[in-house]
């Protein structure tokens, strides 16, 4: 069990441009989700994923980042014209499901935006 | 909205000693997890519990729902202890995890 897999590790962008993040969830887990994680804010939820069906985005900001999960095994992170406070560790996660389930973390994606 | 306020923020222990984290959560949380951060960046899950103690090893886990708080022991530390302690509550959000801040722990001989 290779657990959860995010690429790439480390993403440098320039202001402007669009940053895509994968993540494939551990083998098995209909649970994905995505967090976002900075010094001043600490770790923020952004959006879950229930049997590849989008469940709660309540954390995403509104413009510029969208998630989406085609299939079971991998969830994309986009962020369209990214910005220098869009610069974070982006976390995803995955659980065998249920409302407390454990939850088991990717390595991150650090973003870093110019 | 969910809070987990985790002491102490860094911690420095002598081989051989031991010493407890603490959470204490604002809300009824349904489960906690306790993380370590490796030297890679990655959470390693250490402890899941939606009530009562749990032991692996040198490290220990209790989880009182009703008063709010969880607690990890480290028991005869060891220097590959070392790095970041994080504790994660499953609250009201319910799939909304809520993490501590973070303790530091640095393990010395």
């Known amino acids: 069990n290779a657990g959860v897999i995010q690429t790439p590790r480390h993403k440098v962008t320039g202001k402007g441009q669009e940053a895509t993040l994968w993540c494939e969830p551990i083998s098995g887990h209909s649970a994905v989700f995505w967090y976002r994680q900075t010094i001043v804010q600490g770790l923020e939820f952004l959006t879950y994923f229930r049997n590849q069906a989008p469940i709660d985005d309540s954390g995403m900001p509104k413009e510029r980042f969208s998630a989406q999960m085609p299939n079971q095994s991998h969830s994309t992170l986009k962020i369209q014209s990214t910005q220098p406070q869009d610069s974070a560790v982006y976390l995803c996660?995955?659980?065998?499901?249920?409302?407390?389930?454990?939850?088991?973390f990717g390595p991150g994606t650090r973003l870093t935006v110019l | 909205g969910d809070q987990v306020e985790q002491s102490p923020s860094a911690l420095s222990l002598h081989e051989g000693t031991g010493s407890a984290l603490r959470c204490n959560f604002t809300?009824?949380?349904?489960?906690v997890q306790w993380f370590r951060k490796n030297s890679r960046g990655s959470l390693i899950n250490l402890f899941y519990?939606?009530?009562g103690t749990k032991e692996n090893g040198r490290l220990k886990s209790a989880f009182d729902s009703k008063e709010r708080y969880s607690t990890l022991h480290i028991r005869d530390a060891q220097l590959e202890d070392s790095g970041t302690y994080f504790c994660a509550g499953s609250g009201t959000g319910g799939y909304k995890v809520v993490f501590g801040s973070g303790t530091r722990l640095l393990v010395s001989p």
């Open positions: 996660a995955s659980s065998l499901g249920g409302i407390y389930a454990e939850q088991f």
């Open positions: 809300t009824t949380m349904r489960a």
């Open positions: 519990l939606a009530s």
